[in-house]
């Protein structure tokens, strides 16, 4: 991969970390910061002074663009999304995008330019302040993951209830949410092949729980909606829910080993840990909602047994969002809405109805004290992964110039 040099966490103030970063429907870590490098220096005499130049002035509007707006763009910004679309995310987007084919052309065919240039990130989660390595297959995969990142950021913010037109309940439109599981499947799309042994932010658990967050978190929409929607059976309602939880188990499962030592990243690991109870709460309650269909004793304990079930971990997972929201940077919670504000007040209330009718009917032993097995569904959601762009066709150009130059060296020796 290149020469990697790390710095210290306390070398010096390149890290900015916001004390307080708002409201939170999507949790997104931070983002990791480019800091800038000379591309003259080292590709003088390997390319044309064109592409360089260029190289050079697609990475600067990165660099000043990336730093003035990552100590905000965590931050909750409801009159920024609701008057200019979120424009900040989608031009430091577009300017990652204009310069990612540039980019490309420097490990195009296993070129050897790929080790010339010494690029520097600034890191989040990752007890080292700042990562460079000589190796440009390290800036495309971090240039990959701040285009994540920013789609995290677009997706909280399309997430985050706002006030209807008729002033009551903040809540999220459905043209949001459809829009928020276009976006999650497009920020779990990170290709897999460029992931390697580097800072924690980058390292595979971390990329992979983020992918499955995005994924977890659009099957939540999708759940949302079918709670909505009168077509919805319960028997579909249950199959989401059950595969929410598993994208979060496998979250939980990639991220919890990881070296995640200061705020960024143990916020993140809280974010998981609270999502992954919290989906096990819907889990069991529209379980125990199927098996208290059933007609037989033995079905009616399950489903009591479900009930509690969901109970407990419902409110294992008001005490885990609290925690969460307690972890630096601070955070709380948007209004309810979606599934957990329809959850909130149907598991508690069910769920001491159940049981309350079933213990009259019969025996407290004949009630099963341990909570059913979910049932086991395939995963449906899943992304079409990011396919990389052409590299840029001014490296054609430059192709041809230094074959040009080749030519006309051979022919002043001759």
């Keep these: 991969m290149g020469c990697l040099v790390s710095t210290p966490k306390d070398s010096g103030g390149n890290r900015r970390r916001p004390g307080n970063i708002g409201e939170v429907s999507v949790y997104v870590p931070g983002l990791r910061i480019p800091k800038s490098v000379d591309f003259f220096q080292s590709l003088s005499g390997h390319l044309s002074k064109t592409l360089v130049e260029r190289l050079t002035a697609l990475r600067t509007r990165i660099v000043v ?31 990652l995008e204009d310069y990612l084919p540039v980019l490309l052309g420097l490990v195009t065919d296993g070129s050897q330019l790929q080790y010339k240039v010494q690029f520097i990130w600034v890191n989040q989660e990752d007890d080292a302040e700042e990562t460079a390595m000589f190796n440009a297959w390290y800036e495309v995969l971090s240039v990959l993951h701040l285009m994540a990142m920013l789609l995290l950021s677009q997706a909280n913010l399309l997430l985050l209830p706002r006030t209807s037109a008729d002033g009551y309940q903040p809540k999220v439109s459905e043209e949001s949410r459809r829009a928020s599981i276009d976006i999650f499947l497009k920020a779990a ?190 995963l449906a959601l899943k992304p079409d992964e990011y396919q990389l762009p052409p590299a840029d066709p001014s490296w054609n150009e430059n192709v041809q110039l230094s074959h040009i130059g080749i030519n006309q060296v051979n022919h002043d020796k001759r």
């Design 65 to 95: 663009m990336a730093g003035q707006e990552a100590p905000t763009i965590t931050r909750t910004r409801r009159k920024t999304a609701t008057q200019h679309g979120g424009s900040t995310l989608a031009d430091l987007h577009q300017a």
């Design 189 to 378: 799309g990170l290709p897999s092949e460029l992931r390697r042994n580097l800072p924690v932010d980058l390292a595979e658990g971390v990329l992979r729980a983020l992918c499955l967050q995005a994924l977890g978190q659009g099957v939540d929409i999708q759940l949302g909606m079918a709670i909505d929607s009168t077509k919805a059976t319960l028997a579909v309602k249950r199959r989401l829910a059950c595969e929410m939880v598993k994208y979060w188990q496998q979250a939980q499962d990639n991220i919890m080993n990881l070296p995640l030592s200061n705020g960024w990243g143990e916020k993140h690991r809280l974010f998981i840990k609270w999502k992954y109870i919290e989906a096990k709460a819907a889990a069991y309650y529209y379980h125990g909602l199927i098996l208290d269909e059933g007609n037989t004793e033995k079905s009616h304990g399950m489903a009591v047994a479900a009930f509690q079930a969901a109970d407990e971990y419902f409110k294992e997972s008001k005490r885990a969002c609290e925690v969460f929201n307690a972890a630096h940077p601070l955070s709380r919670n948007p209004p309810l809405w979606g599934t957990m504000k329809y959850l909130s007040e149907k598991i508690p209330k069910d769920t001491s109805s159940k049981v309350r009718i079933n213990r009259d009917l019969y025996s407290y032993e004949k009630i099963m004290e341990t909570a059913p097995t979910l049932p086991d569904f395939a």
